[in-house]
């Protein structure tokens, strides 16, 4: 046995899992085109300052950093939010907006190790830059409520706060900013206690404490709370005016599962408005999250310039097909072998397997050979569909005989109707 192990928190994906990893981020691209995104490839490795400014003392803890020969500070990015940005203030800064940028990729985090925590993992980016408008909040949900609809996912669930409610409400108290990351940061872990211990005033305490407490399916209802409880902080009822105005845009175009939880926070200090996270039933690990960052960009040293965005954890997405039996019927594209039985019609065999996967065919070809026994035996242990084998006289009479690997039945078609047989 070899005494190389991968790195702790890293993995090798393969086999059916590399599938679903691959059949996932397709389908986040095709997401991308459905709501006009284009993509962004950007660097793994990154200025450590670019990537420590705005994302907050919890990612900036867990960042795997390092000096370059040059002696540059760098690190690998633990997200995207950090590079989209910087794009938004160098290269395109003068492209009309909004800028919708979408990239996937591996990112980096000093997590502890367990099921669904990485210390690499995939995720799919969003970045909607350049309008303060609720509908572009509006526009991240849709999406990240489309892009789990056509993994067929079963019953996800928005979890929807708001930061520009929390903040309002400490700002109003003279609570400074360094001590409302602190808050946030435990608020964000759950740690309620130590959250409000950090809160000198008795009235901004007793606020927030109860803001805890608020949570709601019937989205119009727990509004009203939120803005009974705020009655005296002006800023902190705009902000749920803003919750209101996305929450009307979302429900009334599409089906969507929501709770809103005001006192939720989330690991990273950039954001500035509404937040979310997205889970299933069956896994309490968030599959996905974002939120409005309105100063970022401005923080990077551009104009200011309001922006929205999301991620989605494509390691834990996979997980959660896996966990809904739904990966692998998700992916049921039909896989051939193409057998020649003789070198003679070997080029005739290759030709007809180019013919299959120039009209779509996962189309393998015996590489090794074997005889059509071995080769048929092969295919059935990679699980393929069907063995397309192609013998002389059935080449004479421009046929081939097509074996169904799952029924065990064989039929003789004719060569230009190979393709309706395998599709249908
Ligand atoms: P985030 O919530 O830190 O947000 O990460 C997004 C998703 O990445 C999480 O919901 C989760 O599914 C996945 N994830 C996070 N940590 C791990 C891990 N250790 N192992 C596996 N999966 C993980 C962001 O990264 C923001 N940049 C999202 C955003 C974009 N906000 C605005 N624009």
């Known amino acids: 046995m070899s005494a190389f192990q991968t790195v702790r928190g890293m993995r090798d994906l393969l086999n059916e899992e590399a599938k679903t990893f691959t059949h996932v981020i397709t389908k986040a691209r095709e997401t991308a085109l459905l709501f006009g995104f284009k993509e962004a490839i950007t660097p793994h490795v990154e200025p450590l300052e670019l990537l420590s400014a705005k994302s907050g003392e919890e990612i900036r803890q867990r960042m795997f950093i390092f000096k370059d020969l040059g002696g540059r500070q760098v690190a690998l990015r633990p997200e995207f939010t950090a590079s989209i940005a910087r794009l938004a203030t160098t290269n395109l800064k003068t492209e009309p907006k909004p800028l919708k940028l979408f990239s996937t990729?591996?990112?980096?985090?000093?997590d502890e190790p367990q099921r669904g925590r990485y210390r690499e993992f995939?995720?799919?980016?969003?970045?909607?830059?350049?309008?303060?408008?609720p509908e572009a909040d509006t526009e991240i949900i849709l999406l990240t409520n489309k892009f789990l609809q056509t993994l067929h996912l079963q019953g996800y669930a928005f979890k929807i706060g708001h930061i520009g409610i929390i903040r309002s409400i400490l700002n109003q108290d003279g609570i400074d900013e360094k001590t409302q990351n602190a808050i946030l940061q435990r608020m964000d872990k759950k740690e309620y206690e130590e959250a409000l211990k950090l809160i000198n005033s008795e009235k901004c305490r007793h606020t927030?404490?109860?803001?805890?407490?608020?949570k709601g399916k019937n989205w119009q209802d727990t509004l009203t709370q939120i803005n009974a409880l705020a009655s005296d902080y002006?800023?902190?009822?705009?902000?749920?005016?803003?919750?209101?105005?996305?929450?009307?845009?979302v429900t009334s175009s599409t089906e969507i599962s929501l709770t809103v939880e005001p006192a939720f926070a989330r690991g990273l200090e950039y954001y500035t408005g509404l937040i979310f996270e997205v889970y299933i039933p069956q896994l309490e690990i968030a599959?996905?999250?974002?939120?409005?960052?309105?100063?970022?960009?401005?923080?990077?040293?551009?104009?200011?310039?309001?922006?929205?965005?999301?991620?989605?954890?494509i390691d834990r997405i996979?997980?959660?097909?896996?966990?809904?039996?739904?990966?692998?019927?998700?992916?049921d594209e039909k896989k051939v072998v193409v057998i020649p039985i003789t070198e003679a019609v070997k080029t005739e065999a290759l030709k007809i397997a180019q013919s299959l996967r120039d009209q779509g065919v996962s189309t393998?070809?015996?590489?090794?050979?074997?005889?059509?026994?071995?080769?048929?035996?092969d295919a059935d242990k990679r699980n393929l569909d069907y063995a397309i084998i192609i013998g002389e006289r059935e080449l004479e009479e421009n046929?081939?005989?097509?074996?169904?690997?799952?029924?065990?039945?064989?039929?003789?078609?004719a060569i230009a109707n190979l393709i309706e047989k395998i599709k249908n």
């Open 208 to 214: 927030l404490q109860c803001l805890i407490n608020i």
């Open 287 to 313: 599959l996905g999250g974002g939120g409005r960052y309105d100063r970022l960009i401005e923080a990077f040293g551009g104009e200011p310039t309001p922006a929205v965005g999301c991620a989605h954890g």
């Open 399 to 413: 046929t081939a005989v097509i074996k169904d690997l799952k029924k065990r039945e064989q039929t003789t078609v």
């Open 318 to 331: 996979v997980i959660a097909l896996q966990t809904q039996n739904t990966a692998a019927t998700a992916i």
């Open 234 to 249: 002006e800023k902190a009822k705009e902000a749920t005016k803003n919750l209101s105005e996305v929450l009307t845009l």
């Open 364 to 377: 393998e070809f015996e590489l090794m050979g074997r005889k059509m026994g071995k080769a048929l035996e």
């Open 122 to 133: 995939w995720q799919s980016n969003f970045e909607l830059i350049g309008s303060n408008k």
């Open 105 to 110: 990729g591996t990112v980096y985090r000093y």
